[in-house]
């Protein structure tokens, strides 16, 4: 049906004049009549124009161009179909293979409701040392990894991927949203080698294109997610590399359309838009979302406040930072800004709780007494805290550790390591079992075997 002409073309938008009666809303998909390569949705409707989106380039679109309403709203695919496959941001395969529709949905699908809500879930262990110790997870939890460029977050992202679905048998959605089209390849190349596809769904908004793809690759994995939850009734990992980039897509299409933004350059409603992202990333009685939800701080600065927003939804953060990077300790996690609210006696239990309470006990006094040694020299220092710089350089070693994602270019096997082994180490460190152990014995290990 047709619903009118362009009369305006800007660099992502264009602007319709509609026919008289015609009946469109928020949402609804466009396309120009002899040219349906040229697809629009609209944003906003005033009097007898339309304000639309452009979910592709408008090179070579022409004012006068007749156009038709095509949909309601983007959809997906919402069947077992998806499993295995690889879609762009407005649910479109991209693997070339043939999909044959069973069902489809709209991709902005609706939160579920607050009775459907279920907030009690078992623990999930990645085998990570440093993950599981200083930030432990349970089913249903938003992790954030937070980093700036070139610390570690996409490797990271990798291992969960392996861990999680090596030891629970999880079925994951990864969704790339702004991120490097070779990174997108070569996560795709490890999955498949891994042979982890047939049990995942990959989305792609790369960031060669335009920030409207960019916003939609987000909604587009949730609603893969919504469906191995919801049909399927089973736990899925959700991963996001970028949330941020989401943020930032959202932004380039508020200046467009010539919006107010606020400090930083951010849109005014930027909460409004992280909350219709993270409120369908939930769990139910039948199945759960764990996402891993990786945020680029820009110019490392934690205090942005897109950043922020984003964070005030985690119940959790996994902090990489560049000066232990520097210091070849991988996964470069800084322990004092990590956490996780099951941090507490109540949850993990008295000697989980109390041993990380010792360990940055130990690692704070170990920061001071590096100053101290650097003035006077190590021999000047008590027994006692001779024992704690040691035994701190050793905990900083032991939570270093093999990742299987990077075997071929460290030669290390990869290791998962069971969280009792992870507490038994490190009681058996901060006891001074281990004193007579060159600490260098401690740096890329799994548990240590004596």
Known sequence: MDVGKIIAIFEISIE????????????DILEVADNPNYQFEIIEVTGTSATCISLNSTRGLKK???????ADSLEMEYSDAILGRLFDSYGNVIDDKNITSIAKRPINNKTISLKDLNVDANFLWTGIKVIDFFAPMQKGFKMGLLGGAGVGKTVLIKELIHNLYMESKIKAVFVGVGERTREGKELYDEVVASNLLDNMVMVFGQMSKNPVMRSKSIETGI?????????????????VDNIYRYIQAKSEIAMELKEMLIENGYPSNTMNTVSNVEERISSTEDGSITSFQAIYIPADDYNDDAVQNIVSYMDGQIVLDRKIAELGLYPAIDVFKSTSRLID???????????VEEVLRYLTRYQELEEIIAVLGIDELSDNDKNIFHRSRKLRYYFSQPLHVSEQFTNIPGEYV???DVLNDVENILNGTYDNVDED?????GKYNG
């Open 16 to 27: 319709v004049v509609l026919d008289d009666d015609v009946n469109v809303k928020i949402g």
């Open 223 to 239: 609603l893969a997610a919504e469906y191995l939850r919801d049909e399927k009734k089973e736990d899925v990992l959700l991963f």
């Open 345 to 355: 006696k109540d949850k993990i239990g008295e000697r989980h709780f109390h041993l």
């Open 64 to 70: 006068g161009s007749v156009v038709r309403k095509k």
């Open 418 to 420: 069971k969280i009792e």
């Open 441 to 445: 014995k401690f740096l890329f290990i």
